[in-house]
């Protein structure tokens, strides 16, 4: 298993959640509009999804003998589509 993918994955999952959290502090210090940090949310939140998706596929792939190589990122039409 690659290990140093997952990690880049999950380094970036990481680097998202502290935009997103650096974006609420924005809107309640009024460095921004609410419909500024609403588009700026939506785009982070897609791309989680998009990452923890491709994060899931490699560790199926590796659970079952497969190669995590082989995960490929969806779009986020595709992972919204199986979220709801």
């Known amino acids: 298993m690659d290990q140093d993918q997952d990690q880049r994955i999950l380094s970036r999952i990481t680097e998202m959640v502290e935009d997103e959290r650096r974006l609420r502090e924005a809107l309640a210090s ?3 509009d609410s419909s500024t940090e609403q ?3 939506g ?3 897609r791309e989680l999804a998009r990452c923890w998706d491709l994060l899931r596929q490699r560790r199926a792939k590796t659970e079952f003998g497969g190669n995590p190589d082989e995960a490929q990122a969806r779009s986020a039409t595709q992972v919204e589509g199986y979220q709801g």
């Open 43 to 45: 785009e982070l939140e």
């Open 30 to 32: 009024g460095r921004i």
């Open 39 to 41: 588009q700026r949310l």
